[in-house]
């Protein structure tokens, strides 16, 4: 098989350094590195090309999260039979991409995403975050798999994630008109044609934000947005308040164990999370001006 590493990048700074000097010191494959920035203003593209990466420079104003992964895999779809993505403050571990592209030796894994630690500078809740959601267990999930998993069936994170061309071009890719989570639009795509998707727990990278409640907040109004305008992946795989629900226990019990002193920080990201999201999901019904104050990505509104 032949593989691809695409990577959009936007002012990448110190942390695009530390990502670049891991995919060349752990691209044990030689795939092949292809960067799409957006007009970056510091030397991303620099970093870029001293690790020899091929680069394509688009306007920022084009910048899609869906579109501009499409145009990627498009550029590359006959050099490359599965094209993994990852973000310019994803950092490769040793073996990141081993076991996540043997995965695709089983024909019928469409996607699969691998696992993501915290960078070393994460606070408590960054750290929970990745705990809960990155687990030590891998995983492959299909559609029989909604009554056990519910919308975790097609959870992955572009992050880090590796699809195969094949499929990506029969399914239509990425949508260009989402807010975000256009990678669990394509898992919930490919699950329901019969495709698995792989969770690759040996395939590591350290990626985590200390977000503010306010960046909570944004990113949450963002994410019922989406779960608004898709509400067919609700439909087909259940909404994510049972998995809040878990998150919430989960986190109140680490920080009880391990950080007390956060836990009042938490009550309020979490409070601010729900409102957020809550407001996302009824974005029709609120004044057009104030959905770019409101969202994390206020160049969607544009």
Not at 64 to 76: C, S
Not at 92 to 121: M, S, W
Not at 148 to 163: C, Q
Request: charged residues 25%; glycine residues 6%; proline residues 4%.
């Amino acid at each position: 098989m032949k593989y691809l590493i695409a990577i959009p990048t936007y002012n990448g700074g110190k942390v695009w350094q530390e990502s670049a000097d891991g995919i060349s010191e752990f691209n044990l494959n030689k795939a092949m590195v292809y960067v799409v920035d957006s007009g970056s203003k510091d030397d991303t593209l620099a970093i870029a090309k001293q690790h020899d990466f091929e680069t394509l420079s688009i306007d920022s104003k084009d910048f899609n999260h869906g579109g501009t992964r499409n145009q990627a895999v498009e550029n590359n779809i006959d050099r490359a039979d599965v094209i993994i993505f990852l973000t310019q403050d994803a950092i490769p571990q040793q073996g990141f991409l081993d076991e996540i592209t043997q995965v695709f030796n089983d024909p019928t894994v469409a996607c699969a995403y691998g696992r993501q630690l915290p960078h070393k500078d994460a606070n408590p809740l960054a750290t929970h975050a990745r705990m809960f959601n990155y687990s030590a267990e891998s995983y492959t999930s299909e559609f029989k798999d909604k009554e056990k998993l519910g919308i975790k069936t097609v959870f992955t994170s572009n992050s880090f994630a590796a699809y195969r061309t094949s499929v990506f071009k029969e399914l239509g890719g990425f949508p260009s008109n989402t807010i975000l989570s256009e990678d669990m639009y394509f898992a919930a795509k490919a699950v329901m044609a019969g495709y698995k998707v792989s969770y690759c727990a040996g395939a590591e990278v350290r990626h985590s934000h200390n977000y503010t409640p306010i960046e909570e907040f944004k990113r949450y109004f963002d994410i019922g947005v989406f779960h608004h305008d898709e509400s067919w992946i609700r439909d087909k795989f259940g909404g994510a308040g049972g998995e809040g629900m878990r998150f919430i226990k989960s986190e109140l019990s680490f920080l009880l164990k391990n950080h007390p002193l956060w836990i009042p920080r938490a009550c309020v990201h979490n409070f601010l999370k729900i409102v957020g999201y809550k407001l996302g999901m009824k974005y029709p019904k609120l004044p057009r001006k104030w959905l770019p104050k409101l969202s994390m990505h206020s160049r969607f509104w544009k």
